[in-house]
Structures are given as structure tokens and as C-alpha cells.
């Protein structure tokens, strides 16, 4: 066998062995689409995330002031309770 055989035997094997796996390939169109699902489920996620974030800063901010003002209640309560008693 010479080297324009091998050659062309090469080449007859790669294109065989290209079909027979193209069958197992998704086309491009689709994969590109695939492509695209994914960018945009990514960008979805990511757009949950920052939501949940958000939610949970102001969440966590109203329960600081909820504490400060029962802390303030008691304190005032206290004062009153005790300014009530000195005053009899």
C-alpha cells in the first residue's frame, strides 16, 4: 500500500467513523438552544439569589428594630412603674 492508498484509506475511515457518531450527536441548532436554556436558568437562579437576599437583610433589619423597641418598652415601663412608686 502506498502512501495516496493509505491516504485515501484514512480519510475513507475518519468520514465512516464521523457518520457513524454523528447519529449520536445532537445538531447544532439544538445545541446551541441547550445553550441558551442554561444561560438563562443561570441568570433565573441568580436573580432568585439576589431576591432571597434582599428579603432576608430587611427581614433580619425589622427584627433589630423589633428588639430595640421591646427594649425600649421594658425600659420605659420600668421608668414609669418606678417613677409611679417614688411619686406615692
Do not use: C
Not at 43 to 68: F, H, M, S, Y
Amino acid at each position: 500500500m502506498n502512501d495516496d492508498e493509505a491516504r485515501v484509506l484514512a480519510v475513507s475511515i475518519a468520514q465512516t467513523i464521523k457518520d457513524e457518531l454523528s447519529a449520536f450527536t445532537l445538531p447544532h441548532e439544538v445545541h446551541a438552544e441547550h445553550h441558551e436554556f442554561i444561560k438563562s436558568f443561570i441568570e433565573r437562579e441568580k436573580v432568585k439569589a439576589e431576591r432571597w437576599e434582599k428579603i432576608r437583610v430587611q427581614v433580619t433589619g425589622w427584627g433589630i428594630v423589633v428588639v430595640l423597641g421591646a427594649i425600649g418598652t421594658i425600659v420605659y415601663n420600668s421608668l414609669w412603674a418606678s417613677l409611679k412608686e417614688h411619686l406615692k
